[in-house]
């Protein structure tokens, strides 16, 4: 029976976010005192040597991310904490900034001062507002106490637009600009706010610095998946018996997941599809369930961990008609900057909904894949190379139901 490995989350329920000083008996900022110690370059060494990648979704190396950004010359640099959190069914960052927000304002501080930035924001998901204080009232007592030597910290909250976690549509929003992604290089660790070196990591990925720091690479780097190691938190919701949140080593498999923390099935229905990695994340069917979760793993069936929301769907379910909502979010949440991704989610939209209406034939099935294969090699941003993911693995995996959807006529989607 796989069990939760509480690293990140190991202060949850265990403490007053609000009192610094029960985070400080609980070996709270200790880490950060150690790393002054250590110095700058020992710092990236020890996190580049634990093999921690990022929790965000894209899974660079953490260590290789601060080493680019301490290595440029400039006479500021900035460390911001993607807290935007925006995609369906995740909920893993406010577990850290809710219930242990020193967790995250550590390994905060251990970067800046690892890189040479003085100066930190949490871009925080606008849908989190009474996360503010409790945020804010942290930043201050840790302020207070002296704790984090020159290094200070802003709060800002976005306006709900789930394009404003990619990492460039955030720090133009982070200047008070159109929430709008640009082109990589220049990458934010070369030109990022301000056109200043920056840092971004996610709110798991900096929680998970004070403890590497405290327990050493070797301890983090022997948890879970070599390529992958230590811990990520899952969101689990749908059709199973337990929707709520896990914190589970690297190379546990989703059949562990859904069927030992999630306690299976509900009503003792048979299990159809998972979504994994939130909207653009690809539908997995029952024969790759023992897939261990680790991001190289999930990439070898053609599916992503992304943020770990994991949505579970029972036999009942439509899959066209659930695949035809996804494609909704994307015309919603597209910025439009970009053609490819402007037009081809609301054309994907457009023929799953006439496929669910009993209006769509075969051909729409190759339209369908050639949109898809287009949009990944043409978009942008991850938003629109992204939203066909979903989609094509669908017509993969589940394809009698779209073959099905095609020769029946009437339902509307
Ligand atoms: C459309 C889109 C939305 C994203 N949303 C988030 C988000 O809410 N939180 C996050 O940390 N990363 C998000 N990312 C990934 C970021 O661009 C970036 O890779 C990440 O913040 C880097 O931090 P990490 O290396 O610690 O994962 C998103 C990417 C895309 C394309």
């Known amino acids: 029976m796989v069990?939760?490995?509480?690293?990140?989350?190991?202060?949850?329920?265990?403490?007053?976010?609000?009192?610094?000083?029960?985070?400080?008996?609980?070996?709270?900022?200790?880490?950060?005192k150690k790393a002054f110690n250590m110095g700058q370059d020992d710092v990236i060494e020890e996190v580049k040597a634990s093999k921690l990648r990022g929790r965000g979704g894209a899974g660079f190396s953490c260590g290789l991310k601060w080493l680019f950004t301490k290595q440029v010359e400039a006479d500021q640099k900035y460390v911001v904490c993607n807290a935007d959190e925006g995609e369906p069914g995740t909920y893993k960052d406010r577990m850290i900034m809710q219930y242990d927000p020193h967790t995250l304002i550590e390994g905060m501080a251990i970067c800046g001062y690892a890189v040479g930035a003085d100066k930190g924001y949490i871009y925080c998901r606008g849908e989190y507002p009474y996360i503010l204080d409790i945020l804010n009232t942290a930043i201050g007592q840790a302020a207070e106490k002296g704790l984090l030597g020159d290094f200070s910290i802003e709060v800002r909250y976005g306006a709900g637009a789930y394009v404003c976690g990619e990492e460039t549509a955030l720090l133009a929003s982070l200047e008070g600009k159109r929430g709008e992604p640009s082109c990589k290089p220049p990458y934010p660790t070369v030109e990022g706010v301000w056109k200043k070196p920056?840092?971004?990591?996610?709110?798991?990925?900096?929680?998970?610095?004070?403890?590497?720091?405290?327990k050493g690479a070797e301890w983090y780097s022997s948890i879970g998946d070599p390529d992958y190691p230590g811990t990520k938190i899952l969101t689990l919701s749908g059709d199973v018996n337990n929707t709520t949140f896990f914190e589970v080593p690297t190379d546990t498999t989703l059949r562990e997941v859904i069927f030992?923390?999630?306690?299976?099935?509900?009503?003792?229905?048979?299990f159809k599809a998972a979504q994994v990695g939130g909207n653009s994340g690809a539908f997995v069917p029952e024969s790759l369930l023992d897939t261990p979760i680790a991001f190289d793993s999930m990439e070898s069936i053609s599916a992503t961990l992304g943020s770990g929301a994991v949505?579970?769907?029972?036999?009942?379910?439509?899959?066209?008609?659930?695949?035809?909502r996804v494609a909704g979010f994307f015309v919603h949440e597209s910025c439009g900057k970009c053609a490819p991704c402007r037009i081809g989610t609301t054309r994907i939209h457009?023929?799953?909904?006439?496929?669910?209406?009993g209006r769509g034939n075969a051909a729409d099935l190759v339209l369908l894949k050639d949109l898809g294969s287009v949009m990944a090699g043409s978009c942008l941003c991850g938003l629109g190379q992204a939203a066909p993911v979903p989609i094509l693995s669908v017509l993969k995996h589940f394809a009698e139901d779209y073959d099905a959807a095609i020769a029946r006529?009437?339902?509307v989607c």
């Open 409 to 411: 006529a009437g339902e």
């Open 198 to 214: 920056t840092v971004v990591n996610n709110v798991e990925t900096f929680a998970s610095v004070p403890s590497i720091i405290n």
């Open 311 to 324: 949505f579970v769907l029972d036999e009942t379910r439509d899959i066209v008609d659930v695949s035809c």
């Open 350 to 357: 457009e023929i799953i909904e006439r496929i669910g209406q």
């Open 260 to 270: 030992g923390l999630g306690g299976g099935m509900k009503d003792g229905k048979a």
């Open 3 to 32: 069990k939760e490995n509480r690293v990140v989350l190991r202060n949850h329920g265990e403490l007053d976010p609000l009192k610094i000083d029960e985070y400080i008996a609980r070996d709270g900022y200790n880490a950060l």
